[in-house]
C-alpha cells in the first residue's frame, strides 16, 4: 500500500526566505505527482504536476522535483511571501499497470505554511 | 469554466437523516473520486469511479453509496447519517491515462452530522 510522508508538519518562516518543503512516498512506481495548495475552509488548488518521466517542473516561485528511485519529491518556494501561507499537500498515484489500486490518489497530510510579515 | 462543481457546500444533518452530494465535472474526466478531510487523517479516498456507470471503493466506503450514471456526474449517497461522517467532502476528477493526468478539485462540502 502507498503511504506519503511529508515533512515537516508545519514550518513558520520570515518573508523573503527560500523553503523547501519535502513529500516522501514508499512506493517507487508511481505515474505521476502533484503538489496542491490548499487555504482554510477551502479546496485543493493544483499547483504543479510531474509526470513520472520527468524531474521537475516549475511554475513562477515555486519549482518541484522528483527522484522516483528514492521515493521523493521536493517543492521550493522562493522569496516567501505572506500569500504563500496555506497547507501545502502531495499526492500521488501508482501507474496504471500495477493492479488494485492504480487508480487512486494517495495523499500526504500536508505541510502547513506560515510566512510571518 | 467551470471545472468540478459540489453541491452543496453546506449541510447540517440530523443522525439518522439521508441526504446525496452532488459532484459535476465539465472537462469529459474518465476518472472521479470522493474522499473526505478529517484534521489528523488527511484526505481519505470514499469511492471512486473510472467511468460511466463504473465505482469501486476505496479506503473508508462504509456507510456511503455512490453512483455514475452519467460520465459528468459523480453522486455521493448518505443513506443513513452518523456523527461518525461530520466532515468536509471533495470531490475530483482527473483524465486517463495517456492524457494530461492532472487532478482538479471541488471547493468541499461541510457537512456536519447532529
Known amino acids: 500500500k502507498q503511504e506519503v510522508t511529508q515533512i515537516p508538519a508545519a514550518l513558520s518562516v520570515p518573508e523573503g526566505e527560500n523553503l523547501v518543503l519535502n513529500c516522501s512516498f514508499t512506493?517507487?512506481?508511481?505515474?505521476?505527482l502533484q503538489w496542491f495548495r490548499q487555504d482554510p475552509g477551502k479546496g485543493l488548488t493544483s499547483l504543479l504536476l510531474?509526470?513520472?518521466?520527468?524531474r521537475e517542473q516549475t511554475s513562477g516561485r515555486l519549482n518541484a522535483s522528483l527522484d522516483k528511485s528514492s521515493g521523493r519529491s521536493t517543492l521550493y518556494i522562493a522569496a516567501s511571501q505572506p500569500g504563500d501561507s496555506a497547507t501545502y499537500l502531495c499526492?500521488?498515484?501508482?501507474?496504471?499497470?500495477?493492479?488494485?489500486?492504480?487508480?487512486?490518489?494517495?495523499f500526504g497530510k500536508g505541510t502547513k505554511l506560515s510566512v510571518i510579515p | 469554466n467551470a471545472g468540478v462543481t459540489q453541491t452543496p457546500k453546506f449541510r447540517v444533518l440530523k443522525t439518522g437523516q439521508s441526504m446525496t452530494l452532488l459532484c459535476a465535472q465539465d472537462?469529459?474526466?474518465?476518472?472521479m473520486y470522493w474522499y473526505r478531510q478529517d484534521p489528523g487523517m488527511g484526505l481519505r479516498l470514499i469511492h471512486y469511479?473510472?467511468?460511466?456507470?463504473?465505482?469501486a471503493k476505496g479506503e473508508v466506503p462504509d456507510g456511503y453509496n455512490v453512483s455514475r450514471l452519467k460520465k459528468q456526474n459523480f453522486l455521493l449517497g448518505l443513506e443513513s447519517a452518523a456523527p461518525s461522517q461530520t466532515s468536509v467532502y471533495f470531490c475530483?476528477?482527473?483524465?486517463?491515462?495517456?492524457?494530461?493526468?492532472?487532478?482538479?478539485f471541488g471547493q468541499g462540502t461541510r457537512l456536519t452530522v447532529v
Open positions: 499526492a500521488v498515484w501508482p501507474n496504471a499497470y500495477s493492479g488494485a489500486g492504480s487508480y487512486q490518489l494517495t
Open positions: 469511479s473510472v467511468g460511466e456507470g463504473t465505482t
Open positions: 475530483a476528477s482527473r483524465d486517463e491515462e495517456g492524457a494530461p493526468t492532472e487532478a482538479f
Open positions: 472537462m469529459n474526466h474518465e476518472y
Open positions: 512506493d517507487s512506481a508511481i505515474y505521476n
Open positions: 510531474i509526470q513520472s518521466s520527468q
